[in-house]
């Protein structure tokens, strides 16, 4: 991604991406369709209250796995080939250790997060045994995004498509099986949920022990590193601490929403899956520039770098006003696919109509703080979004719905928030402070030739 055309680069890239990322959401979407249509209300109500929960740990590992994304793209556009070597492997161990303990501490403590969050009694079994099934397959989703991480910073978006496409078709053809053919009820859509996703995972950890590249993995060097374990969570803690703080917050804003009751939830739970679409055009152009910047701050063409930036911002910002238009005025038809129930109609809409209007200010938040990751600067995205998405959403809705106690307020607590943490991080990006930080990537790039033009590009 260091040469040719930048539009073109960023679009190429990103649309495997976006298209897997579609197929990853079809998972848990999937069954909140199969459940919300041939289970019952409250066994929607389940899926939705487990879902905060397994963001939570899932939205760390993500943010852990973009330190691994950024440091591999910096040495693949370095050229520096046993360092990338140390890069994967390093990463590939981290995540096993990672996937191991998730899956402990999910199954084990499944009841404890869920009265946390103060889940009705009503869906508490049927949420207890939906989350303890699906943390059996957190170590399989886990390593199936750490190899989709390695294969995205070196440029390769399409294969993990490939896989994510087979898996997603399995996961829904098991859907139906298990919940419409064999009355599997909740317990179904988990079990085929688990199938599917450690079928993603064989495929992409076989494409990288059989792979004849640069970011091949090999048992032999599955060895604890400690120097290059530090220099990924350098990146990857600060955003995952972000993430998992994030997750954490919109746990507790759904022990809000639980105290409205089950229509109010599975209005939610319904209205999130729409959410996990909207935000993925957003989420993927985001990734994109961390490997377009990451590979060009790699090569010294720090001009180009930030060039994507702003290819990416405008590619963002007309695809995610267009997505939101749509979905204001035909809303109610898309919530009808998750239950035909007034109730969860009436409270997906309200969200609709109120999170709408002011959405695109969370897509300036997320490319400007890729940017920065991609560039090696992970702190101040972390500080800004967890200002704004946790410490601001938290102290608005606790102030807010003493005052007024009612569901609008906690649908409020999001867009503000967006439209903080947006101005936050693009006057953060222009100021240039920060730039100065990133010098030191490229002066400890050994064989590079940094010139002068390439330093000051930064300031």
């Given at each position: 991604m260091t040469e040719g055309n930048i539009f073109k680069q960023i679009l190429i890239f990103t649309l495997p991406l976006l298209l897997g990322n579609i197929f990853q959401q079809l998972y848990n979407t999937v069954d909140v369709i199969v459940v919300g249509n041939?289970?019952?209300?409250?066994?929607?109500?389940?899926?939705?209250?487990?879902?905060?929960?397994?963001?939570?740990?899932?939205?760390?590992?993500?943010?852990v796995s973009t330190g691994a994304s950024v440091v591999i793209a910096q040495f693949f556009g370095a050229g520096d080939k046993r360092k990338l070597r140390d890069a994967v492997h390093a990463s590939v161990l981290a995540t096993i250790v990672l996937g191991i303990l998730f899956t402990v501490l999910g199954v084990g403590f499944s009841p404890v997060m869920l009265r946390i969050i103060k889940t009705p009694h009503e869906v508490f079994d049927n949420a207890v045994l939906y989350l303890r099934i699906y943390f059996f397959s957190i170590g399989a989703l886990m390593i199936y995004n750490i190899g989709a991480a390695i294969l995205r910073a070196v440029g390769d978006s399409k294969r993990p498509l490939y896989f994510l496409c087979f898996s997603s078709i399995v996961n829904i053809v098991l859907d139906v099986s298990f919940v419409v053919v064999f009355k599997?009820?909740?317990?179904?859509?988990?079990?085929?949920?688990?199938?599917?996703?450690?079928?993603?995972?064989?495929?992409?950890?076989?494409?990288?022990?059989?792979?004849?590249?640069?970011?091949?993995?090999?048992?032999?060097?599955?060895?604890?590193?400690?120097?290059?374990?530090?220099?990924?969570?350098?990146?990857?803690?600060?955003?995952?601490?972000?993430?998992?703080?994030?997750?954490?917050?919109?746990?507790?804003?759904?022990?809000?929403?639980?105290?409205?009751?089950s229509a109010a939830i599975a209005g939610f739970g319904a209205y999130l899956k729409i959410d996990n679409f909207l935000i993925l055009p957003i989420q993927s152009i985001a990734l994109a520039v961390i490997t377009f910047t990451g590979q060009n701050l790699g090569a010294g063409k720090i001009k180009r770098a930030k060039e994507g930036v702003r290819v990416a911002l405008i590619i963002t910002m007309v695809s995610n006003i267009t997505m939101c238009l749509i979905l204001f005025f035909a809303g109610k038809y898309v919530l009808r696919i998750f239950s035909p129930d007034q109730?969860?109609?009436?409270?997906?809409?309200?969200?609709?109509?109120?999170?709408?209007?002011?959405?695109?200010?969370?897509?300036?938040?997320?490319?400007?703080?890729?940017?920065?990751?991609?560039?090696?600067?992970?702190?101040?995205?972390?500080?800004?979004?967890?200002?704004?998405?946790?410490?601001?959403?938290?102290?608005?809705?606790?102030?807010?719905?003493?005052?007024?106690?009612?569901?609008?307020?906690?649908?409020?607590?999001?867009?503000?928030?967006?439209?903080?943490?947006?101005?936050?991080?693009?006057?953060?990006?222009?100021?240039?402070?920060?730039?100065?930080k990133c010098l030191g990537v490229l002066d400890n790039n050994k064989g590079l030739e940094i010139n002068d033009t390439s330093r000051t590009d930064f300031l």
């Open positions: 041939y289970v019952g209300k409250d066994a929607l109500a389940a899926v939705g209250a487990s879902t905060p929960i397994i963001n939570m740990l899932v939205g760390f590992f993500v943010g599997m009820g909740i317990a179904g859509v988990a079990w085929a949920t688990l199938v599917a996703q450690v079928m993603s995972a064989v495929l992409v950890m076989l494409l990288l022990f059989k792979t004849q590249e640069g970011y091949k993995v090999e048992l032999k060097y599955l060895i604890y590193n400690g120097d290059m374990i530090k220099r990924i969570m350098a990146i990857g803690l600060p955003s995952g601490f972000q993430q998992l703080i994030t997750a954490v917050s919109n746990v507790i804003v759904q022990s809000y929403v639980n105290q409205f009751g109730g969860v109609m009436y409270y997906g809409n309200l969200l609709i109509k109120t999170f709408m209007p002011l959405y695109f200010t969370l897509g300036i938040c997320l490319i400007y703080a890729g940017a920065m990751r991609g560039f090696g600067e992970a702190i101040a995205p972390m500080v800004i979004m967890t200002s704004c998405f946790v410490v601001l959403r938290q102290a608005f809705l606790f102030i807010g719905t003493h005052v007024v106690f009612s569901f609008n307020v906690v649908a409020l607590g999001y867009p503000i928030t967006w439209v903080a943490a947006g101005i936050s991080t693009y006057l953060y990006y222009k100021k240039g402070k920060w730039s100065k």
